[in-house]
């Protein structure tokens, strides 16, 4: 049984699909004026872990992410960049898809771009003007928000509280709470010729219009960030369910949104002491602001010139709960990577003691396939609790955070079997014991392939002096072989022990000596 938290009842709800086995999820996606960073993939990194999960549980997902490719920003930027707007479009949509690839989103059926579904939009307009719900004014259309009489559901906003904000003032609207439909389009802008003269689109409705399209009036699952909940989404039920008269989605699913880590906070709380604030201040402000100018770079040079891997980014998003804000910063990538390289240096010692590839082992795709039998196997037994635990807490609404602490209690559990058994020499290698490892490792895949991850090797070389290290501590390490060869232990202990101060780790493995960082 699957809860899912829905932001129109603020509550935890037992998923039901519209339809018994199949789900449909729309979820907002760009607009696409400029490359895509590292807060664009969010949204996509969480969804897309939603219908692998929703997939692995049975259910027939259609997912589609609309490409918003006209807009006020649109505009102005192929103005600036002196580009035709649906050239700049076609590039940002491309940037935007590469982003996808590289972090491993492949699950979305159905990218619509708001300017293929134009016609559509006119005749959605149209009925609700005929309907009573808008009116047009001077070459614009306005949806009426005191026509719905349960306009602010989601938000839970007053329209009270909406007029005092004031909102976008406009002559021509019979209130300042009403949004456009269509805009009556200024001399050189994009247009399309509809019953009210030439104009474009507003925001708004290119979802209500896409998401019916391709999903049906009432469809399961609405995301987006938690920023899109008022208005965007709030107009969006506006509009579909006046026109419809039907709910417009079962589960609205929100996001919470990346931020730039709270280095300044952080750094200001140090100095508390108000006679002098002046220059750490600064400093801190100085660190804050550069984490935005990485947060705001385009993902693909940001993995580029940080030398991220994509995965621990997936990680890293996976990591905290998907209503949360995740707090960013590269640093806090890097540390994400350190911790996972568990899962990578565990397949490595996988395939030595196997002399398999672990990134080809048979892997269940459907829950009831990952089902194992442990028997009175004490380890497998332990394996099968930790699938269980983990399984459970994405039931219970998603909440990767909580589940990966559980696969990286399954990757430590299997890791000290290998050592009380002492897998790494041949002589203890039983065909039962190899089977329990296996049938573990099995499970370990299954689990990742939920999060889209551990599909193939991944080596974790966070910077370029990694690289440096790594070499030197292999420079070490054949010292430190030769010196044993040579019966010098007295060097050899030495070597290993001066690396232990360092925070390094040897461990002897009859395959050779493998390190890492101690924790
Ligand atoms: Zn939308």
Request: with cysteine; charged share 30%.
């Amino acid at each position: 049984m699957i809860r899912i938290y829905n932001t129109l009842s603020r509550s935890k709800e037992v998923f039901e699909p519209v339809r018994p086995g199949k789900v449909g999820i729309y979820l907002c996606g760009p607009t696409v004026y400029k490359p895509s960073h590292i807060g664009h993939m969010v949204g996509p990194v969480i969804f897309d872990t939603i219908k692998r999960y929703l997939t692995y549980n049975g259910y027939e997902v259609t997912w589609v992410v609309n490409i918003t490719d006209v807009d006020d920003k649109l505009i102005a930027r192929s103005r600036e960049m002196g580009v035709p707007m649906q050239q700049l479009a076609e590039q940002m949509t491309a940037d935007y898809m590469e982003c996808l690839r590289t972090i491993g989103v492949d699950g979305i059926n159905h990218f619509p771009r708001a300017t293929d579904h134009i016609s559509d939009m006119i005749r959605f307009i149209e009925d609700l003007v005929r309907k009573g719900f808008a009116y047009e004014a001077d070459g614009d259309v306005y949806f009426e928000v005191s026509k719905a009489s349960d306009y602010g559901k989601l938000s839970r906003r007053s329209l009270e509280s909406m007029e005092g904000e004031g909102g976008e003032g406009s002559q021509r609207k019979h209130s300042v709470v009403d949004f456009a439909l269509w805009k009556r389009s200024k001399p050189g802008e994009p247009s399309w010729p509809s019953p009210w003269g030439l104009g474009r689109p507003g925001w708004h409705i290119e979802c209500s219009v896409m998401s019916a399209r391709f999903l049906g009036e009432t469809f399961d699952i609405h995301g987006g960030g938690l920023d899109l909940i008022f208005p965007h989404h709030e107009n969006e039920i506006a509009q579909s369910e006046s026109r419809h008269g039907k709910p417009m989605a079962r589960y609205w699913v929100h996001n919470g949104l990346m931020q730039d880590s709270q280095a300044s906070a952080k750094v200001g709380g140090r100095i508390s002491r108000p006679t002098q604030p002046a220059e750490d201040d600064i400093q801190a402000q100085e660190a804050g602001k550069l984490a935005g100018r990485h947060g705001a770079k385009s993902f693909l040079l940001l993995l580029q010139e940080e030398n991220l891997h994509p995965e621990v980014v997936r990680f890293f998003v996976l990591g905290t709960h998907y209503r949360r804000p995740i707090e960013f910063s590269v640093e806090r990538i890097r540390e994400v990577g350190t911790a996972v390289d568990a899962f990578y240096r565990f397949f490595r010692r996988f395939s030595r003691i196997t002399g398999e590839d672990p990134y080809r082992l048979p892997t269940p795709t459907r829950r009831a396939d990952g089902q194992f039998h442990p028997g009175d196997d004490a380890f497998l037994q332990e394996v099968a609790q930790l699938r269980n635990r983990f399984l459970e807490a994405m039931d219970d609404d998603f909440n990767t955070g909580a589940a990966l602490g559980h696969l990286f209690d399954l990757v430590r559990r299997i890791n000290k079997q290998i050592d009380d058994q002492r897998l790494e020499e041949p002589g203890a290698r039983t065909s039962d014991r190899i089977a329990a490892l296996r049938q573990a490792t099995i499970t370990l895949r299954e689990l990742g392939a939920l999060f889209g991850v551990f599909r193939k090797p991944v080596e974790i070389a966070a910077q370029p002096q990694d690289h440096l290290v790594r070499d030197l501590v292999q420079m070490l390490i054949d010292l430190r072989t030769e010196a044993r060869k040579k019966k010098d232990f007295a060097a050899a202990d030495g070597i290993r022990d001066r690396l232990a101060k360092l925070g390094i780790r040897l461990e002897d493995r009859p395959g050779g000596t493998e390190w890492s960082f101690a924790k």
